[in-house]
């Protein structure tokens, strides 16, 4: 079955809204949450670099997948966190 998702903003970059979107998809499924994800990996900053690839990773698809790892993470650990509180 798939998420339902919906497009809460646009952005100057259709790769970030597209990514934002698949991201707030497969987190939404894995929670059983809704998620609202909000990106910016490929805008270029003044110096024209991707800030991705100035940290040094090849694309901006790695950083994405590891911030989208973490989030995952953090919030299996809250949804844990309410229901032994429940």
Partial sequence: ???P????LGGSSDEDMMLGQQMSARLAK???WPIFV???L???GKNGVSPALAAGFEDDTMPAAMAEKEIARILTLEKDKLVVST
Avoid: N
């Fill in 1 to 3: 079955m798939p998420t």
């Fill in 5 to 8: 998702t919906s497009q809460l």
């Fill in 30 to 32: 894995r929670i059983g």
């Fill in 38 to 40: 909000s990106c910016s």
């Fill in 42 to 44: 490929s805008d270029f």
